[in-house]
């Protein structure tokens, strides 16, 4: 691995251009001094909020997030979800759940799992997961079909935009390599397709597809034809969903991608990193609220 990265923060490094397997999530996501699609999002608020979060960087998690990535692990890797999670401490008959995680006895039991090396998921959660893996290997799918056929999974990419010189990474969900697939799992409250195209637009996965196939094409040549969204509903039925994403929407997210890698090669070449317009502004409501205006009307 090469030298230190020593901008601001002297423990991230810089990883080497390659393919690199078997790479931990906390070394790949919060050592690796690389951009990243999630970086790109934050630079589409401003560069200062892009900054602030490279210099301040965010651990915590939301319910959703720890339920989000306990169901990545149950469906791409449901022997290593074994090793890995465990039912947090459950609350005895004799007392009040809604004060038992408050207790002392709660919280030495669950710092005894913690400390065996154990992520801890409500009931609800482990259900959850196991009703997940049930729906998509339940009944033929392209679903099923897609994870039969997947090869690896948290494969690393690192490579260089060759306009900019930008140090660059991405790390698809899985791979079906004789299919020449990369996919993406992704949880969501609502997986019907007219959602989940707006979801798209309004999360960036245009953007994170176009950044993906692009980073990966850098390294291996027209061996990846397809990047496909695995979208699972978070509640039940928790239904299942494949999309491939149409190339006019591919093609809008690189032409963003473009711009966004630019911006930040310019920013850090300048170290300036602007935030919102300083003077006054006009604003108004969006053009769909015309439509809606005149149709009550």
């Known amino acids: 691995m090469s030298e230190a990265f020593q901008l601001e923060q002297p ?9 690199h397997e078997g790479i931990p999530n906390e070394v790949y996501h919060h050592r690796w001094e ?16 892009c ?11 939301t319910p959703a997030m720890v339920f989000g990535t306990a169901v990545h692990c149950a469906v791409l890797e449901p022997e290593e979800f074994e090793k ?16 038992w ?5 709660y919280k030495s039991q669950a710092a005894d799992l913690r400390l065996a090396g154990f992520e801890l998921l409500t009931s609800d959660q482990l259900e959850g997961c196991k009703l997940i893996r049930e729906s998509i290997y339940g009944e033929p799918s392209a679903a099923r079909d897609l994870l039969e056929a997947m090869t690896a999974t948290e494969v690393s990419y690192v490579a260089d935009d060759p306009a900019t010189g930008l140090r660059c990474k991405v790390r698809p969900d899985l791979l079906a390599e ?50 496909v969204f695995l979208v699972v509903e978070n509640t039940p039925p928790y239904e299942v969903a494949v999309y491939d994403l149409d190339p006019a929407a591919t093609e809008m997210g690189r ?30 409501v969006p053009h769909w609220a015309y439509y809606q205006e005149e149709e009550a009307s």
């Open 11 to 19: 423990e991230k490094v810089v990883p080497e251009v390659g393919i």
């Open 34 to 49: 690389a951009v990243n699609a999630s970086r790109l999002s934050d630079l589409t608020r401003s560069p200062a909020h």
């Open 51 to 61: 900054l602030w979060r490279m210099v301040h960087p965010s651990t915590e998690q």
């Open 84 to 99: 890995r999670y465990r039912h947090d401490p459950p609350c005895p008959p004799e007392r009040k759940p809604s004060g």
């Open 101 to 105: 995680k408050n207790t002392n006895d």
């Open 178 to 227: 004789s299919a020449g697939i990369v996919g993406d799992l992704k949880t969501t409250r609502a997986g019907a397709k007219s959602a989940f195209g707006r979801q798209i637009y309004s999360l960036g996965y245009h953007r994170s597809k176009a950044f993906y196939m692009d980073c990966m094409e850098t390294l291996e040549p027209r061996k990846w034809e397809h990047h």
């Open 255 to 284: 032409r963003e991608v473009r711009l966004l890698l630019d911006l930040y090669a310019e920013c850090k070449r300048t170290g300036n990193w602007p935030g919102y317009d300083t003077t006054v502004q006009t604003v108004g």
